[in-house]
């Protein structure tokens, strides 16, 4: 009962991480069948409709259900404690962001007990998506589950910008901020601005599915490119929306472990804003073969083209960082280690594709395949395993163990080069994407072996970290501050896991790694900046569960066209609204007693 | 100057995969071995592009591999190592060397976007072919010749083929990668150019590269170049006119249950596949290869028997289920079609 309602940041971040792993693992699961189906040629171990259905849930799943809360999850536990702040902005909403994203997915997986899960690819290109080609409830529920998902998700970006904005500690200036909170902060404003595009994009796709609107019909004078445009202005950002985090992750995890700062920190703070301008400037380069014309195409490739420089600057930034330190190879940082030339190869492809006419034959094949899982598993996937192992303690006052870290490092990178390596051949030889078997003959046969070999082994890795966190878990926890004795941000500063109103006294910033510079200065704690006094907690609140759980059943009778139970669902969700409305709720005082007397765990 | 040439001796074996990859593949798939100016230009554009990413991998990799090796924390090490700020021209360097990079490549590419987008279906010279795609399969019109055929697509070689593109159902994508990369067929309204040519006579692959259904990685084609005299007797053999099965009961099905959709010579429907000289062409169904699984008639019956096992989702009615036809009905209507031959010299 206490997790259904709290509103405390880091017991929220712990419900992203169960959430975001649990989808994870439906998405991994998904991988495996469909690597399955292709290791040989002409295989009939699951049909082409489910095949289809099994690429759609796939990528769906993994982007928006399955990273993004992970990432989440890290943002929720991390970024309050880097800047000083006893919660976030708005811990209800925090809570009712985690809800409506959980109901939203829960509702997009029921899909497959419920006669049909969507099949028309994760981007679900009209018309193929439309009724009249894919005649199941699938896509409704996709657009009605991600619907109400990516309410979460609008609700968290806003939630993290006031945030950052507006509770930084005394003395944390913008050019103070840790890296990560920086990523955070600018990974939260491309939300902002990238996910009203999809909301828009889902609304006229659930109309014209479900109310028999005609906004993509060719026929009633609708246009299907429209679907592209729309889909890309928010499927582009949302790229940048997943990797920038991981940035951050790796601008924490390389100093520390190099025992130096981060080397060239504002430009690291500009490639990062750079980077998520541009992000809005390209997506028609996913539809150069759509018939812009070559003007459109020529200006959409340079456009593209300009983001690898700022990317270039962050990584020769870390290994510039990395030059002249101390490097410690731990888990976390073996995975931010094998994060740098694995993201480099997803990005010099990705610079390939960027060039139009080269891009008529990378299109749509296993080459763009390669690409995009080198860049989100070899680039975010890496980061998030790093920032687990980095935070995990911090988390939950449990250091994971080393030795299966490393074990489950090598068996996820190796399994992973061998997946994906591969693909990039298998593309240029001429195997299109989401073909559910292929010929024999083509010369795909090999590849496709190893290319499923080595998801096995990937399975293995993810395997072995869930191990380990079972193992850890059952350890007692006894995690010092500062496990990793280098820790340089203010997150070390305070107990792991912290009490729940984190810092018992404010501190003050003086400068760039707060915390590293006190311990140069020779302290052992924060200079703090108020005196000790009585903390103001927000009250615990079931009403986001019951709010979320209300557009849930919304949803589901908006889809059927069960008006009835569309009414009950939105009668629970405005009258929870009411109810948070009138009431007022101060929330309660944790006196200065208290906080010592009960020492800093629980 | 020894030691720049060890720089430059390490360089080999990535020269050499370059080089690699243009043997990768086959012939007649692969978009690392061109048989046409448009891929050749493609693959051009590739091979700079993979150069210059090799180099930047080279650097990457190897700053790595050596701040790995050489600042690893030694035992009881407990010194602080100097806090650097940053490095104003190292950072210049590494932004002013990708722009230039970039640019070389943009102008490469600028070039060949426009190249490749030319419109030549106005080209007196160029032979046109409207294409128009359907869940599951190809069809082919050559509005000069008057002429309608499906999933082989007869083009002679050295000619520029313009094609105008567009779909009948969902989005598909025209993809031949050893002539040219792709072009979405959108629906009417929005329909597209694209043109290649074919230095060699032989038979290319082509593939539909756009998810549209059950059967996508189904969609499959072949491009056929012959030379200028093959066409031309090809173009003459399509126009003339068709028997029907010399089997009046053989025919009167085949009429009043095959010809409703489907179109042999000037007879039928245009909404299915048309079937004139099937039995000559290179597969059933673009994916029971003729000659080589099996014959033109083997490959038949499998579909005929049972046309949602060969191609999921495709809109043919099952033969024996929906339109009550006898197994030997299948087989006399099989036997006819692949003994449909074009006649050419």
Partial sequence: MDWLTTVDHKKIGILY?????????????EALLIRWQLIKPMNDFVSAQTFNELITMHGTTMIFLGVMPLIFALMNAVVPLQIGARDVAFPFLNSLGFWTFLFGGVLLNISWVMGGAPDAGWTAYTPLSSKLYSDTHGVDFYTVGLQIAGLGTLIGGINFLATIITMRAPGMSFMRMPMFTWTAFITSAIILFAFPAITVGLVLLSFDRILDANFFDVSEGGNPVLWQHIFWIFGHPEVYILILPAFGIISEVIPTFARKRLFGYSSMVFATILIAFLGFMVWAHHMFTTGMGPVANALFSISTMLIAVPTGIKIFNWLFTLWGGQIRFTAANL??????????????TGVMLASAPADYQFHDTYFVVAHFHYVIVGGLVLGLFSGLHYWWPKMFGRVLD???GKIGFWFFIIGFHLTFFVQHFLGLMGMQRRIFTYLRGQGFDTLNLVSTIGALLMGVGVLVFLFNVIVTTRKPAGAPNDPWEDGRTLEWSIPSPPPEYNFKQIPLVRGL????????????????????????????????FVMSAGIFVAGLGFMYHQYVVLVLGLVITFACMAIRSLYDDHGWHIDPEETTEKGVKE | MMKRWQAVKRLFPFVGLVLLLSACGREDLSALRPQGPVAQGQFDLMKLSIAIMIVVLLIVFGIAGYVWMRFRRRPGQTDIPEQVEGNF????IWTVIPLILVIILGVATVQKVFAHGENYWNDKNAVKVKVTSHQFWWEFNYPDYGVTTAQDLIIPTGKKIAFQLKTADVLHSFWVPSLAGKTDTNPEGAINNAWFTADKEGVYLGKCAELCGQSHGLMEFKVKAVSQESFDSWVKAMKEPVALPEDQATAEVFKNQCLTCHAIGSEGGPSAPNLTGIGGRESVASILINGQDGTAKENLKTWLEDPQAVKPGNTMPNPKEDLKLTDEQIDAIADYLANSKLKTD
């Fill in chain 1, 17 to 29: 991480l169960i959430a975001g792993a649990l989808f994870f693992g439906i998405g991994g699961i």
């Fill in chain 1, 335 to 348: 995975y931010a280690s094998g994060f740098i030339p694995t993201f480099v190869m997803g990005g010099v």
């Fill in chain 1, 402 to 404: 080393e030795k299966l």
């Fill in chain 1, 513 to 544: 790694d707060a915390y590293w510079k006190e311990k140069m200065a020779g302290h052992t704690e924060m200079t703090p900046a108020e005196p000790v006094g009585s903390i103001h907690m927000p009250s615990a609140s079931i009403l986001p």
């Fill in chain 2, 89 to 92: 021209k190292l950072e210049v």
